[in-house]
Nanobody
């Protein structure tokens, strides 16, 4: 059974930082690209960052470039999202996802999501 378990969400003031982690089990982690999606109330779920299976290629949505950093540790079956200079518009539920296709708008497996709230 595949499990993706996010942790690290919470509340932070604008300008602050949060670090998300996603621990994977039940799949060959190093064979999957990993993505971080977010969904704000009333909006669609969007890809904000992705990392290829090897960790060499990384993608960022324009609004988070320079502020967010995605990384992975294949030895620990874990993907990370470091979020700096957070803005109120970053408030959303953040989901990690295992993807057969790097930078896809969909995923083979999803985590349960973790809430990130940024106050102004």
């Amino acid at each position: 059974q595949v499990q993706l378990v996010e942790s690290g969400g919470g509340w932070v003031q604008a300008g602050g930082s949060l670090s998300l982690s996603c621990a994977a089990s039940g799949l060959t982690f190093s064979s999957y690209a990993m993505g971080w999606f977010r969904q704000a109330p009333g909006k669609e779920r969007d890809l904000v960052a992705a990392v290829s299976s090897s960790g060499i290629r990384r993608y960022y949505e324009d609004s988070v470039k320079g502020r967010f950093t995605v990384s992975r540790d294949n030895a620990k079956n874990t993907v990370y999202l470091q979020m700096n200079s957070l803005k109120p518009e970053d408030t959303a539920v953040y989901y990690c996802a295992a993807q057969s296709t790097y930078r896809s708008n969909w995923a083979d497996y999803w985590g349960q999501g973790t809430q990130v709230t940024v106050s102004s």
